[in-house]
C-alpha cells in the first residue's frame, strides 16, 4: 500500500517518539565518540534497527542521497560535492558536523534568514549554497527520504538535540597568513585534493567551479579552519594546530569559487559573524 506524504511524516514523527522512549542509552550495534571531553554521542546505528516497509525503503532511499546526491538529483546539484562530503561517515561522526540529532534540533531560529527554519529550509540551504544547486520542494520524495534518514539518526535524542559532538569545536580566532596556508596545503592537502585544489577521486574539490559557493557556511573562515583542525587530513598523517588550521583555511576560502546571488541578503538584520567575507544589503550593525 503506498503510503500519503502525510502518513509517511507520522510514521517517522511514531518511530522518533518511539526511539526516545527506547533509546536511553545507545543502541546495539552502535559505537560512540567523544569530542573535547565533553561527553559521547552515539555514532553508528546498525542497519537491522531499520524499520520494514515504506518507512524503512525512505531511510535507505535518504541515506543514499546523501551519499550520492549528485547521481540521485542531478537536477538540484551543481558542483562535485555531495553531502557526505563534510558530514562524514553518513553523517553520523561527532565532531564532524554529524547530523545525528540534527531532527530534533528544528524548528530553529537560523539568523542568517532571520526567520524560524523547519528542516526542510536547512536541507535546501545546503541544496543552493554548499551544492550550488536549486531547492527540493517540500513535498518531495527525495526531501522526504532525506527527512526520514535523519529522524532515524536522531532516535533516543530528544529536543533540542543540544549533544556532545554537535557542529564543530569553537576556535581563538587567530590572525591568518595565505602564504603560509600555500606552503601547508602544498605539502599536506594536495595528496588527496590534488595541486590545484580541484579534487581527486578520494577527496571533493575545495575551490572553483566543483566546490561549494561563496554563501556555504564552510566558506567561513572559522568555520572552515575548525573543520580542518578537528578532521584533516582525514588519515591524520599530519595533525595541524590552531595556527596551521587558520592559514590552510584562509587560504582555501580565498580562492576562486561559485558566487551566490542571494548572499547579499543575507543577516538583515545587520547582525553577521566577523568571518563573513562578502558585504550585504543590511551591512554590519555598529
Known amino acids: 500500500m503506498r503510503m500519503t506524504s502525510a502518513s509517511l511524516l507520522l510514521a517517522v514523527f511514531s518511530g522518533l517518539v518511539l526511539g526516545c522512549a527506547r533509546d536511553a542509552s545507545p543502541a546495539l550495534g552502535s559505537t560512540s565518540d567523544s569530542v573535547g571531553g565533553a561527553g559521547s554521542v552515539p555514532r553508528v546505528l546498525h542497519d537491522s534497527l531499520i524499520p520494514e516497509g515504506p518507512l524503512g ?7 543514499a542521497i546523501l551519499a ?3 547521481d540521485s538529483l542531478p537536477a ?35 539568523s542568517r534568514n532571520a526567520r524560524v527554519n523547519l528542516i526542510e529550509d536547512r536541507v535546501n540551504d545546503c541544496f543552493e549554497r554548499s551544492l550550488n544547486g536549486t531547492v527540493l520542494p517540500q513535498g518531495a520524495r527525495a526531501m522526504q527520504d532525506i527527512v526520514a534518514y535523519f529522524a532515524w539518526l536522531s532516535r533516543g535524542v530528544a529536543p533540542p538535540g543540544d549533544i556532545p559532538g554537535v557542529g564543530l569545536p569553537k576556535m581563538a580566532q587567530w590572525t591568518p597568513d595565505t602564504v603560509r596556508g600555500r606552503e601547508l596545503f602544498a605539502t599536506t ?11 581527486t577521486e578520494i577527496a571533493p574539490p575545495l575551490w572553483g567551479p566543483g566546490s561549494f559557493s561563496i554563501g556555504a557556511g564552510m566558506a567561513r573562515l572559522r568555520t572552515a579552519a575548525a573543520f580542518i583542525r578537528q578532521n584533516m587530513p582525514n588519515d591524520r598523517a ?15 576560502v580565498s580562492r ?24 550585504t544589503k543590511a551591512g554590519r550593525r555598529q
Open 57 to 63: 525503503e525512505s531511510i535507505r532511499r535518504g541515506r
Open 68 to 70: 550520492n546526491t549528485k
Open 76 to 110: 538540484h546539484v551543481g558542483n562535485n560535492l555531495r553531502c557526505f562530503s563534510c558530514h562524514l561517515e553518513n553523517g553520523t561522526k561527532s565532531g564532524f558536523l554529524t547530523l545525528v540529532g540534527v531532527y530534533s534540533r528544528f524548528p530553529q531560529y537560523r
Open 189 to 199: 592537502c594536495t595528496r588527496c585534493h590534488g595541486a590545484d585544489g580541484l579534487g
Open 238 to 252: 599530519v595533525v595541524l594546530d590552531d595556527g596551521q588550521a587558520f592559514d590552510v583555511a584562509a587560504y582555501v
Open 256 to 279: 576562486p569559487r561559485a558566487d551566490f546571488a542571494g548572499k547579499v541578503d543575507d543577516w538583515p538584520y545587520g547582525d553577521p559573524p566577523p568571518d563573513v567575507a562578502y558585504p
